[in-house]
């Protein structure tokens, strides 16, 4: 059964603005696929938006908003994003959600293809 946990947000406790955080999402319970890995995030009464993404070839994008400050990266053989925030604004809080999306690759079988979500992850800047 296919599994994404995320993880490193705030805990509860918030992030002075100009500060720094890492997101870790990991993903578990799979064979051989492609995989690509896509942070969302949605603030209180605003539309889930995309942060940024990696995929198998480390291939990368940034929403205009984060380019700049968050660095995506990945370690392949812990099947494992992170997401790293440095120069945290207010504008940044939000709740972070890792998705995965996996792919068979041909000629192997048995890759639960599709999208995945963990269960989100919060991030709080106050103002």
């Known amino acids: 059964q296919v599994q994404v946990e995320e993880s490193g947000g705030d805990g509860g406790d918030s992030v002075q603005s100009g500060g720094s955080l890492r997101l870790t999402c990991r993903v578990t319970?799979?064979?051989?696929?492609?995989?690509?890995m896509t942070w969302y995030r949605q603030a209180p009464g605003k539309e889930r938006e995309l942060v940024s993404w990696?995929?198998?070839?480390?291939?990368?994008k940034y929403s205009d908003s984060v380019k700049g400050r968050f660095t995506i990266s990945q370690d392949k053989a812990k099947n494992t994003a992170y997401l790293q925030m440095d120069n945290l604004k207010p504008e940044d809080t939000a709740i972070y959600t890792c998705?995965?999306?996996?792919?068979?690759?041909?000629?192997?079988?048995?890759?639960?293809?599709?999208?995945?979500w963990g269960q989100g992850t919060q991030v709080t800047v106050p103002s």
């Open positions: 319970g799979f064979g051989s696929c492609v995989v690509w």
């Open positions: 998705k995965v999306d996996l792919w068979a690759i041909a000629g192997k079988g048995g890759c639960p293809s599709g999208g995945y």
């Open positions: 990696i995929r198998n070839d480390d291939t990368t």
